[in-house]
Each structure stands twice: as structure tokens, then as C-alpha cells.
């Protein structure tokens, strides 16, 4: 079965998250990580997960919100559950402009302590912020580079410090060349693959709201660009999935 590594099941699915659950299981994904940005996404995601023993949640406070403290979002009860797997998403966003940078650099840095303090990966979010990024993540933390679309430069810094590279419906689009480039030159044992549903679906879905079981379409992709069957390709990133996400338990 695949994982969907990174999703928003939070997000406009409220009505239909069992379905979404079943339309995964029926396309072969097994297991999905539900991610959170806003703090107000954490109490459905821990339900969402509690009532299914196959979805597990990241925790993280996203830089749109960085008036939020990480300190109550991130408790040591939140962490401790067995569901939660990591801390996430996390990082760094400069596409508005940098007006708010020190207040993003200064929650980015505290959520990045509370994960080591907790020994969780990190989901990363990177957007227009690679150098800060690049300066602010050392090997102290491990963790994934969510729905990786930077350039081989970051990929190679974050690559000697351990990281993984998650690949998103991105992969699939025709225009997205230089992302295909990127993940040729990733080591496969260092790759994961996700949604990032709602958004980002990909090919033949673009337009579409995205669901988990779309991950088979980057999955595809992704044996193309490695020259690896399907089924091999599966077994790959599971194994990836659980040495970067040690707490997670996949059937
Ligand atoms: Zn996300």
C-alpha cells in the first residue's frame, strides 16, 4: 500500500473524511499523514486520527500564522500522543514579502527546539525562503522537505543533513521539468511521496480538489524518473516513510 506523507484532512473534507478515507484505501493507499498549519486544525486532525488507526498527524504552527504560540499548540500531551508522529508544517514563507521575517524566523526556531527537545521530525515548508531556510535548518533537526519544488542547490545542502524530499502531485505537471530534473538526482532512499490534498492535484486531476488516493499518480511518475516497477517502488518508500517518521505504524 502507498502513504500519502503529507495532507490536509482538516481542510474541506469535514463532511466526507470517511469517504476520502475509502476512496484511498480502494486506490491502494493505505496510510495517511495529516498535517497541520493553522492551530486550529490540531483538535480535528488528533480526532480524525484517533478514530483511525491508519491516519497520523504532524503538528506545526505555518508561517501565516505566526502570531500563534508554539508553546500552546505543541504540548507535551499533544506529543506524546501516539498518533502524532512529528512536528509539522513548519518553516518559512516570503511569497507575500518579508515584512513579517523575524516573526517567522522566531517561530520557525522555537517549534524547530520543541522537535528536538521531543526527538520528532519535521516537516518542512519552504516557499520563495530557501536561503534563510538553508541557514536555519542544521543536522540538529531530521526531517522531510514537504512537497519539495526547490532547486538542486537546497536539495543538496538539506541532503548532507540527513533530510528526506517529499514529492507532490507537482511532479506530474507538464511544466514542472526541473523538478523531475531535481528528484533524478535525489537518492531514492531519501524520498517520500504525498498530496498535500486539497490542493496540488495532479495530472489527470489538475482542477480537481485533491485527495490522498491521487498519490498514486506522483508514485507513477516517480518509478518512471527511477526506472523502478511499481511494486518495488512501494516497498521502497514505505520503508523510507518509516525510518523518517519513526512512531509511525503502517499494516
Ligand atoms: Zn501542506
Not at 67 to 77: C, K, M, S, Y
Not at 86 to 109: C, K, M, P
Not at 222 to 247: F, G, M, V
Request: proline share 4%; with cysteine; glycine share 4%.
Amino acid at each position: 500500500m502507498f502513504i500519502d506523507t503529507h495532507c490536509h484532512l482538516t481542510y474541506d473534507f469535514d463532511h466526507d473524511v470517511a469517504d476520502v478515507i475509502r476512496r484511498a484505501h480502494d486506490a491502494g493507499v493505505g496510510t495517511m499523514i495529516c498535517a497541520t498549519a493553522d492551530p486550529d486544525d490540531v483538535s480535528g486532525a488528533l480526532k480524525i486520527a484517533n478514530e483511525n488507526d491508519n491516519i497520523f498527524v504532524t503538528v506545526g504552527i505555518h508561517p501565516d500564522y505566526v502570531n500563534a504560540n508554539p508553546n500552546d499548540v505543541l504540548t507535551d500531551e499533544i506529543l506524546n500522543n501516539p498518533h502524532v508522529i512529528g512536528v509539522g508544517e513548519i518553516g518559512l514563507d516570503y511569497h507575500d514579502g518579508t515584512q513579517n521575517r523575524d516573526a517567522q524566523i522566531q517561530l520557525f526556531e522555537q517549534q524547530l527546539e520543541i522537535a528536538r527537545a521531543h526527538n520528532l521530525p519535521v516537516a518542512i515548508h519552504t516557499r520563495d525562503a530557501e536561503a534563510d531556510t538553508a541557514n536555519i535548518l542544521t543536522d540538529k533537526n531530521h526531517g522531510v522537505m514537504h512537497c519539495f519544488t526547490s532547486n538542486w542547490d537546497l536539495a543538496r545542502v538539506m541532503l548532507d543533513r540527513g533530510f528526506y524530499f517529499s514529492a507532490s502531485g507537482i511532479l506530474t505537471f507538464k511544466n514542472a521539468e526541473s523538478v523531475r530534473e531535481t528528484f533524478a538526482k535525489i537518492p531514492i532512499d531519501r524520498i517520500v511521496i504525498e498530496t498535500d490534498a486539497p490542493y496540488c492535484a495532479p495530472v489527470p486531476y489538475r482542477g480537481k480538489k485533491c485527495e490522498p488516493f491521487m498519490v498514486v499518480e506522483t508514485a507513477r511518475i516517480l518509478a518512471q524518473i527511477k526506472n523502478l516497477q511499481i511494486d518495488e517502488l512501494e516497498k521502497i518508500l514505505s520503508k523510507n516513510t518509516e525510518k523518517l517518521y519513526p512512531k509511525i505504524k503502517i499494516d
